[in-house]
T-cell receptor, first 115, second 116 residues
């Protein structure tokens, strides 16, 4: 089962920032927070990941709370092409007998960007 | 920008037939994965593969499934005797690996398998 909780859906106006919350209260010390998105049954697309520091790349920013029990993905200026299902996934990068790197997808958040 | 490619984009087969889905991972990646997504459902992990052997497989990945890296570029998923419930999108993914760690996975566009 997925270790994260996300809202089922959210709307966002084009040009505005989209803030997508995720709860991961049982995250372990060696687990990263990953965000992917899936646009209409295309392959999941990697967005960003982080361990405890905030991260930013050309697609988005990731804000992780100090206790690491929740995070927020920020799309700074949403466009219509950002309409997708967004997945928050916790995963360890270490290869161990408990984890060989697989991603466990939940239901994600359906984000609809409206004009 | 390097990307994972998959062929075919759509495969239609009859129940009981064998199918092979093909993937070309990103060239410097050494860790490979297959996932599937039944229409309207979650993306599900099937198998991970490294150094010419399976690292991990899910309960879905039973004896009807097999994976292979037949050459230096391709990574394949074979379903020996397809069932109606195998109809799904199948996604290949790859990632870099180094010193006991794997990094972000990059997914292909998927193969839509329809079993009739």
């Amino acid at each position: 089962d997925a270790k994260t909780t996300q809202p089922t859906s959210m709307d966002c106006a084009e040009g505005r920032a989209a803030n997508l919350p995720c709860n991961h209260s049982t995250i372990s010390g060696n687990e990263y927070v990953y965000w992917y998105r899936q646009i209409h049954s295309q392959g999941p697309q990697y967005i960003i990941h982080g361990l405890k520091n905030n991260e930013t790349n050309e697609m988005a920013s990731l804000i992780i709370t100090e206790d690491r029990k929740s995070s927020t993905l920020i799309l700074p200026h949403a466009t219509l092409r950002d309409t997708a299902v967004y997945y928050c996934i916790v995963r360890s990068d270490l290869l161990t007998t408990d984890s060989w790197g697989k991603l466990q997808f939940g239901a994600g958040t359906q984000v609809v960007v409206t004009p | 920008e390097p990307e994972v490619t998959q062929t075919p984009s759509h495969q239609v087969t009859q129940m009981g037939q064998e199918v092979i889905l093909r993937c070309v991972p990103i060239s410097n990646h050494l860790y490979f994965y297959w996932y599937r997504q039944i229409l309207g459902q979650k993306v599900e992990f099937l198998v991970s593969f490294y150094n010419n052997e399976i690292s991990e497989k899910s309960e879905i990945f039973d004896d009807q499934f097999s994976v292979e890296r037949p050459d230096g570029s391709n990574f394949t998923l074979k379903i020996r005797s397809t069932k109606l419930e195998d109809s799904a999108m199948y996604f290949c993914a790859s990632s870099e690996t180094e010193r006991g760690r794997t990094y972000e996975q990059y997914f292909g566009p998927g193969t839509r398998l329809t079993v009739t």
